[in-house]
């Protein structure tokens, strides 16, 4: 169950995050005037046509922050709090995210402010047909990518698809990631955030000499990346002891059973009542002892007042911006070591990047291809940003930032700006 606190506005939060990684670059005035605000904002009125006959009206979104290293690449999410300063900054998370493991691709995002929970499959269907039309100027293959995100999936990116292939006349599969396999996915797409979360925690505690076997774990937000994840640090031997989703917390001391957990979880949509479990409230699991603990829920949810009482060790962030400022120093103080956002969740965009070459070239690997590559890609990127954590003596969230902004500013740079 995520515990966001809405005072806390996630762009204001990307914006000081960008600003302190500048400072470290020393990068001119000029330079962040090119880099650090989006270059397209698009807000779109989404009419839908409900069940009961009756029009209702959504607002949706699509920002595009940078387009100086590639096409713009970012997810869909559909969720009740969605705000453009949050999209915002998931785009502008994106771009940095597309530059620290260096695939060619800039920063996107895209919302609808919806409850999809209380909206039958014909509502959704028809709302993200017509939120495709509203946005269909700024998206395409060679242009601006879109992916699935909190509560959308394969099926919608295969309805946006379908509606992009329609107006165009031919199929373009290339147009979104996350498709399904038959329409032209990826293998390893579905699992690749929480597959890249894996690579990254083993990589950190590689450096840390803390043995996976046995360690360990409290995952915030059960969804794909963070159920993935569990599953994973559960085979190689991490002790599973707490999970959360919207519903609400469980534990078990003596660790939770992960693949009948997920079992449970896709039967009966929820983690609360799984067997071998007790409940707890969302402050008791932030606060549960650990040595690995993986926020995969949404923004803002380790914050200035409860950051003093998180126990872990690593903290993974498969959630994009799950800490703000005001906590990370709290966790920095107390010698918390963070896997930065944009550096652990990043196997996502990276797997994406691999489904639009496969679509691109009309050919396609298996999956165990699509997981070496993606080791390869995370393990590569967090040395980077580990090399400069360690020389410059920064934070892991600066080093990643200016790792990414880094390569940004140098693009921009080299292009120079037009006329």
Known sequence: MATMRLADNAYDVALENFDAAADVLGLSNDTREMIKYPERILTVTVPVR???????????YRVQHSMVRGPAKGGIRFHPQVTLDEVKALATWMTWKCAVVNIPFGGSKGGITCDPKRMSPGELER?????????????????DIPAPDVYTNSQTMAWIMDTYSMTKGYPIPGVVTGKPICLGGSLGRNEATGRGVFYT??????????????????VQGFGNAGSIAAELLHKAGARVIAASDSTGCVYNKNGLNIPELIQYKSSTGRVTGFAASEAITPAELLATECDILVPAALENTIHADNASAVRAKIIAEAANGPITPAADRILQSKGT????????????????YFE????????????????NRLERVMKTAFRDVL???????????IAANVLGIGR?????QIRGIYP
């Open 387 to 397: 090399k400069i954590h360690v020389e410059r003596k920064v934070p892991m969230r």
């Open 408 to 412: 940004v500013a140098e693009a921009v």
């Open 201 to 218: 925690v083993e990589h950190a505690c590689e450096h840390l000499k803390i043995s996976m076997k046995g360690a360990t774990v409290v």
């Open 356 to 371: 639009w070459v496969q679509d691109e070239q009309h050919l396609f690997w298996d999956a165990q291809d699509v997981y």
């Open 337 to 352: 070591f963070v896997i930065p956002d944009i550096l652990c969740n990043a196997g996502g965009v990276t797997v994406s």
């Open 50 to 60: 409900m069940d009961n006959g009756h029009i209702r009206r959504f607002e949706g």
């Open 127 to 143: 709302m993200t047909r017509r939120y495709t039309s509203g946005i269909l100027p700024l998206i395409g293959p060679e242009q």
